[in-house]
């Protein structure tokens, strides 16, 4: 088995503020992700990655970035937190891209 | 491109009671992969079952759901519901192996007394 680690578990930012979250795997998974949940929403794809090197964005891409450190390892940054805006960010990681996902506690973001 | 429906947004049981929620998708592929995850609260989201089988019930800790090709159906049962069923499910479709995975808009599940 493996575990996937979200920080912060809480965020709470500022208008206009950059805001970096982080996600760690141990599942030596080469696929990873970042969703945002709103309610009635369901998951939004925000960006992926296939593989170490690799970036893809996905449906809801704008006013992020992404950064896949090593294989292990995938954050995101908000790069301007809009005032109001409140979310959880779910990062996940699977063997492939067809494959099941497994996913992190989730970062709940505040913006103030 | 490819989508997933959830027609329920909240559904709201009495213990006891059947449970279907409803997932339909749209695909052109003719081989996806249709997959049932759980959110319950203060915990990650876990798969809960998955099917790429026409017309074979699939199941995994109480719940059920069959692939059916021809209705582009993926609905989730389970006989009898729980206190402990609540909370919120996706289901999700990957057109191929190759294919990331496309998210329905969750229902939410609340097992009342």
């Known amino acids: 088995g493996g575990i996937i680690t979200q920080t912060p578990k809480f965020l709470i930012g500022q208008e206009g503020q950059k805001l970096t979250l982080k996600c760690q795997q141990n599942?030596?998974?080469?696929?990873m992700y970042w969703y945002r949940q709103d309610s009635g929403k369901g998951l939004r794809l925000i960006y992926y990655s296939i593989t170490e090197n690799d970036l893809q964005k996905g449906d809801l891409s704008e006013g992020y970035d992404a950064s896949r450190e090593k294989k292990s390892s995938f954050s995101l940054t908000v790069t301007s937190a809009q005032k109001n805006e409140m979310a959880v960010f779910l990062c996940?990681?699977?063997?492939?891209?067809?494959?099941?996902?497994?996913f992190g506690p989730g970062t709940r973001l505040t913006v103030l | 491109g490819d989508s997933v429906t959830q027609t329920e947004g909240l559904v709201t049981l009495t213990e006891g009671l059947p449970v279907m929620l409803n997932c339909t998708y749209q695909?052109?592929?003719?081989?996806?992969?249709l997959f049932w995850y759980v959110h319950y609260l203060n915990e990650s989201p876990r798969l809960l079952l998955k099917?790429?089988?026409?017309?074979k019930r699939t199941e995994h800790q109480g719940f059920h759901a069959t692939l059916h090709k021809s209705s582009s159906s993926f609905h989730l049962q389970k006989s009898s519901a729980q206190l402990s069923d609540s909370a919120l499910y996706y289901c999700?479709?990957?057109?191929?192996?190759?294919?990331?995975?496309?998210f329905g808009q969750g229902t939410s599940l609340s097992v009342v007394p």
């Open positions: 999700a479709l990957a057109s191929s192996s190759f294919s990331k995975l496309v």
């Open positions: 599942f030596n998974h080469d696929t």
């Open positions: 099917s790429s089988t026409d017309n």
């Open positions: 996940a990681s699977s063997m492939g891209l067809g494959h099941e996902q497994y």
């Open positions: 695909t052109i592929y003719s081989n996806p992969f």
